[in-house]
Nanobody
Framework: LQLVESGGGPVPAGGSLRLFCAAS????????MGWFRQVPGKEREGVAT???????NYADSVNGRFTITQDNALHTLSLQMNALKPEDTAMYYC?????????????????WGQGTQVTVSS
C-alpha cells in the first residue's frame, strides 16, 4: 500500500485547510487509516483515525475542529481542519494498517506517506 499526502501549506490562525491522502497498491477499504502529526523534537502523535467500519476517533486537542473522512471509491482519505491554531503546526502524515480497529500505538501502523507540512501563523 502506497500513501501520498497533499494539501498542506501556510494558513492564518482561525483558518481552514483540507489534507488529502491518496492510497494505491492495495484495497484501502481493508485497512484502518489515520492522520498523525509531528513537530521537530517531539514524538509523532495521533490526530484522527477511521476504522474499517467507519468509526472515527480524534485526539482531544482536535476534537470538534477536525474531521476525518474516507472515500472508498476514490481510495482517498481526507482531513478537514477548521479553526486552526498555531499549535497545530506540524508535519502531517497519513498511515494505514491492516487491522479492523485502529490501534492506539503509532508504531503499530505499517504504511506511511511522506508527510505534508501545515504551518499556522498567529
Amino acid at each position: 500500500l502506497q500513501l501520498v499526502e497533499s494539501g498542506g501549506g501556510p494558513v492564518p490562525a482561525g483558518g481552514s485547510l483540507r489534507l488529502f491522502c491518496a492510497a494505491s497498491g492495495a484495497t484501502s477499504t481493508s485497512y484502518c487509516m489515520g492522520w498523525f502529526r509531528q513537530v521537530p523534537g517531539k514524538e509523532r502523535e495521533g490526530v484522527a483515525t477511521i476504522d474499517v467500519d467507519g468509526t472515527t476517533n480524534y485526539a482531544d486537542s482536535v476534537n470538534g475542529r477536525f474531521t476525518i473522512t474516507q472515500d472508498n471509491a476514490l481510495h482517498t482519505l481526507s482531513l478537514q481542519m477548521n479553526a486552526l491554531k498555531p499549535e497545530d503546526t506540524a508535519m502531517y502524515y497519513c498511515a494505514a494498517v491492516r487491522f479492523w480497529r485502529c490501534p492506539a500505538r503509532v508504531d503499530q501502523y505499517r504504511f506511511w506517506g511522506q508527510g505534508t507540512q501545515v504551518t499556522v501563523s498567529s
